[in-house]
Protein backbone atom coordinates (compact mmCIF):
# COMPACT_ATOMS: atom_id res chain seq x y z
CA UNK A 1 0.00 0.00 0.00
CA UNK A 2 0.79 3.51 -0.51
CA UNK A 3 0.02 6.45 1.88
CA UNK A 4 -0.37 9.89 0.03
CA UNK A 5 -0.66 12.73 2.13
CA UNK A 6 -1.16 16.47 1.07
CA UNK A 7 -0.91 19.64 2.64
CA UNK A 8 -0.57 23.37 1.69
CA UNK A 9 -3.83 24.67 0.40
CA UNK A 10 -5.82 27.58 1.87
CA UNK A 11 -7.19 30.67 0.50
CA UNK A 12 -5.14 33.00 -1.66
CA UNK A 13 -6.25 36.06 -3.81
CA UNK A 14 -6.31 36.12 -7.36
CA UNK A 15 -2.73 36.85 -8.46
CA UNK A 16 -1.28 35.21 -5.75
CA UNK A 17 0.62 31.66 -5.38
CA UNK A 18 0.52 28.51 -3.14
CA UNK A 19 2.47 25.26 -3.30
CA UNK A 20 1.05 22.26 -1.88
CA UNK A 21 2.77 19.06 -0.61
CA UNK A 22 1.78 15.26 -1.02
CA UNK A 23 4.04 13.41 1.49
CA UNK A 24 4.21 9.39 0.32
CA UNK A 25 5.21 6.44 2.77
CA UNK A 26 4.76 2.75 2.09
CA UNK A 27 5.07 0.75 -0.84
CA UNK A 28 8.03 2.02 -3.82
CA UNK A 29 8.23 1.00 -7.23
CA UNK A 30 11.25 1.52 -9.21
CA UNK A 31 9.50 3.44 -12.41
CA UNK A 32 5.93 5.48 -11.96
CA UNK A 33 4.09 8.29 -12.04
CA UNK A 34 2.77 10.91 -9.53
CA UNK A 35 0.15 12.97 -10.47
CA UNK A 36 -1.96 15.73 -9.40
CA UNK A 37 -5.82 16.24 -10.06
CA UNK A 38 -8.34 18.76 -9.47
CA UNK A 39 -12.00 18.63 -8.42
CA UNK A 40 -14.24 21.61 -8.24
CA UNK A 41 -17.75 21.93 -6.95
CA UNK A 42 -20.05 20.45 -9.16
CA UNK A 43 -17.51 19.13 -11.45
CA UNK A 44 -16.02 16.33 -12.35
CA UNK A 45 -11.74 15.28 -11.31
CA UNK A 46 -9.71 16.76 -13.90
CA UNK A 47 -5.89 15.93 -14.36
CA UNK A 48 -3.38 18.85 -13.29
CA UNK A 49 0.08 17.34 -14.34
CA UNK A 50 2.29 14.72 -13.68
CA UNK A 51 5.42 13.54 -12.52
CA UNK A 52 7.77 10.23 -13.95
CA UNK A 53 9.87 8.90 -11.00
CA UNK A 54 12.88 8.77 -10.92
CA UNK A 55 13.04 10.46 -14.35
CA UNK A 56 11.55 13.62 -12.99
CA UNK A 57 9.52 14.30 -16.20
CA UNK A 58 6.77 15.96 -16.18
CA UNK A 59 3.04 16.71 -18.16
CA UNK A 60 0.80 19.66 -17.57
CA UNK A 61 -3.32 20.36 -18.52
CA UNK A 62 -3.15 23.14 -20.96
CA UNK A 63 -5.20 25.25 -18.62
CA UNK A 64 -2.32 25.11 -16.14
CA UNK A 65 0.76 24.99 -18.23
CA UNK A 66 2.70 27.92 -17.71
CA UNK A 67 1.43 28.87 -14.20
CA UNK A 68 2.02 25.29 -12.21
CA UNK A 69 4.96 23.29 -11.49
CA UNK A 70 5.50 20.06 -10.11
CA UNK A 71 8.98 19.20 -8.47
CA UNK A 72 10.44 16.64 -5.96
CA UNK A 73 11.96 15.99 -2.77
CA UNK A 74 13.04 12.35 -2.87
CA UNK A 75 14.91 12.67 0.47
CA UNK A 76 11.71 13.50 1.82
CA UNK A 77 9.51 11.29 -0.24
CA UNK A 78 7.28 14.43 -1.15
CA UNK A 79 6.19 16.06 -4.71
CA UNK A 80 4.97 19.26 -5.01
CA UNK A 81 2.74 21.51 -6.98
CA UNK A 82 3.66 25.22 -6.97
CA UNK A 83 1.06 27.15 -8.59
CA UNK A 84 1.38 30.67 -9.35
CA UNK A 85 -0.74 33.23 -10.86
CA UNK A 86 -3.91 31.98 -9.73
CA UNK A 87 -7.13 32.69 -10.85
CA UNK A 88 -10.23 31.95 -9.22
CA UNK A 89 -11.32 28.82 -11.76
CA UNK A 90 -8.62 27.21 -9.90
CA UNK A 91 -10.35 26.98 -7.20
CA UNK A 92 -10.98 23.02 -6.53
CA UNK A 93 -10.14 20.00 -4.15
CA UNK A 94 -6.57 18.83 -4.73
CA UNK A 95 -5.33 15.53 -4.38
CA UNK A 96 -2.13 14.12 -5.49
CA UNK A 97 -1.97 10.17 -6.45
CA UNK A 98 0.16 7.27 -6.99
CA UNK A 99 0.44 4.80 -9.94
CA UNK A 100 2.23 1.51 -9.37
CA UNK A 101 4.46 2.12 -13.26
CA UNK A 102 4.86 4.96 -16.19
CA UNK A 103 1.77 6.10 -16.87
CA UNK A 104 -0.41 3.37 -15.17
CA UNK A 105 -3.36 3.80 -13.51
CA UNK A 106 -3.79 5.97 -10.49
CA UNK A 107 -4.25 3.33 -7.39
CA UNK A 108 -3.71 5.18 -4.67
CA UNK A 109 -5.03 8.36 -3.61
CA UNK A 110 -4.43 11.05 -0.69
CA UNK A 111 -7.26 12.52 0.82
CA UNK A 112 -6.98 16.32 -0.73
CA UNK A 113 -6.77 19.60 0.06
CA UNK A 114 -8.73 22.62 -0.76
CA UNK A 115 -7.57 25.65 -2.68
CA UNK A 116 -10.01 28.48 -2.64
CA UNK A 117 -8.63 31.51 -5.23
CA UNK A 118 -11.04 34.80 -4.58
CA UNK A 119 -11.50 37.32 -7.18
Known amino acids: QVQLVESGGGLVQAGGSLRLSCARSGRTFASHSMGWFRQAPGKEREFVGA????????SYAASVKGRFTISRDNAKNTVYLQMNSLKPEDTAVYYC????????????WGQGTQVTVSS
Open 51 to 58: LNWPGGTT
Open 97 to 108: AAAERLRGDYKY
